[in-house]
């Protein structure tokens, strides 16, 4: 069982930055993958950016050279920074997470987590 806690979501005006974090924690866990979604009320949540098990990022195409997502994996956690905020970027954030057991010498199982999110809104 892996436990998703996302800090630093709050109220910032149009242009301004904000830094996520999403700290994973459990017993015995082996993270593969980690990732940021958002979700505004009315539709679907939506891949923001994330890191995979070999640390390469990947992003949405709306968010392109203006977030940028880190990991530092001995302290399991995420981060993403997001620069030149704009309305539109207004969601519930979510961290998640793809994660098995630790079995010393391998990881074994697959399963999905998510947090509980976090809110940025961008004020115009």
């Known amino acids: 069982q892996v436990n998703l806690v996302e800090s630093g979501g709050d109220s910032v005006p149009d242009g301004g930055s904000l830094r996520l974090s999403c700290i994973a924690s459990?017993?015995?866990?082996?993270?593969?993958?980690m990732n940021w979604y958002r979700q505004v009320p009315g539709k679907e949540r939506e891949f923001v950016a994330g890191?995979?098990?070999?640390?390469?990022?990947s992003y949405a195409a709306a968010v392109k050279g203006r977030f940028s997502v880190s990991r530092d994996k001995e302290k399991n956690t995420l981060y993403l920074q997001m620069n030149s905020l704009k309305p539109e970027d207004t969601a519930m954030y979510y961290c998640?997470?793809?994660?098995?057991?630790?079995?010393?010498?391998?990881?074994?199982?697959?399963?999905?987590?998510w947090g509980q999110g976090a809110q940025v809104t961008v004020s115009s």
């Open positions: 998640q997470s793809d994660a098995g057991e630790d079995h010393g010498t391998s990881c074994h199982g697959y399963f999905e987590y």
């Open positions: 459990g017993y015995k866990i082996c993270i593969y993958d």
């Open positions: 890191i995979d098990s070999t640390n390469r990022p």
